[in-house]
């Protein structure tokens, strides 16, 4: 069964620095990621996926995502965060199933960004 | 082209009412999506259509949730008797044939006081 494992409930950085969310999955096919974005009070926007293409993933707003496979790692990096960054992020794995594609959501992190 | 269409935006009902939930997907996707999202958690998928068919509800509690989408295009999602904690933002989403992206409308925040 497919899982997603983010590590830390809420991340916070300067305004400027680096930004590091990070995911791990487990998928017993090759699997499908994404990261998505959500504002409050707000759906859930796409950042960026990877679909056995290049490794290095990049997105919207700057942010891009590396997936390594020896390390079931999908990590979110942005290198100079912006106060508009804040909000909440979710790291997610889907694999093809009978019916389409099921995608799994990680439990989120919350990206804080101080001036 | 139009987003993933969900109302109301909000809803406050009493425990043991009930309550539904409408969802207008993007046109000419054929899967949709109601993900439950309770506050502090990732969105939980409830249960996935492939057009007016059923392909995952593992994780409905069937006891009081129901969902259908009778002509494979919109959907609704009923909770009866609704409980305290099934307070939550319900989501729809929708995908594209062989397409990996769902889309997600703004869901709909219920609160059962």
């Known amino acids: 069964a497919q899982s997603v494992t983010q590590l830390g409930s809420h991340v916070s950085v300067s305004e400027g620095a680096l930004v590091l969310l990070r995911c791990n999955y487990s998928s017993s096919v090759p699997p499908y990621l994404f990261w998505y974005v959500q504002y409050p009070n707000q759906g859930l926007q796409l950042l960026l996926k990877y679909t056995s293409a290049a490794t290095l993933v990049k997105g919207i707003n700057g942010f891009e995502a590396e997936f390594k496979k020896s390390e079931t790692s999908f990590h979110l990096t942005k290198p100079s965060a912006h106060m508009s960054d804040a909000a909440e992020y979710f790291c997610a794995v889907s694999d093809p199933g009978t019916g389409g594609f099921k995608t799994i959501f990680g439990a989120g992190t919350r990206l804080f960004v101080k001036a | 082209e139009a987003g993933v269409a969900q109302s109301p935006r909000y809803k406050i009902i009493e425990k043991r009412q009930s309550v539904a939930f409408w969802c207008n997907p993007i046109?000419?996707?054929?899967?949709l999506y109601w993900y439950q999202q309770i506050l502090g958690q990732g969105p939980k998928l409830l249960i996935q259509?492939?057009?007016?068919?059923?392909?995952?509800d593992s994780q409905l509690p069937k006891d009081r949730f129901s969902a259908e989408r009778l002509k494979g295009v919109d959907s609704t999602l009923k909770i009866q008797p609704a409980k305290l904690e099934d307070s939550a933002v319900y989501l729809c989403?929708?995908?594209?044939?062989?397409?990996?992206?769902?889309?997600f409308g703004q869901g709909t925040r219920l609160t059962v006081v």
């Open positions: 989403a929708s995908s594209p044939p062989r397409n990996t992206e769902a889309f």
């Open positions: 046109s000419g996707h054929a899967t």
């Open positions: 259509f492939q057009n007016n068919g059923v392909v995952d």
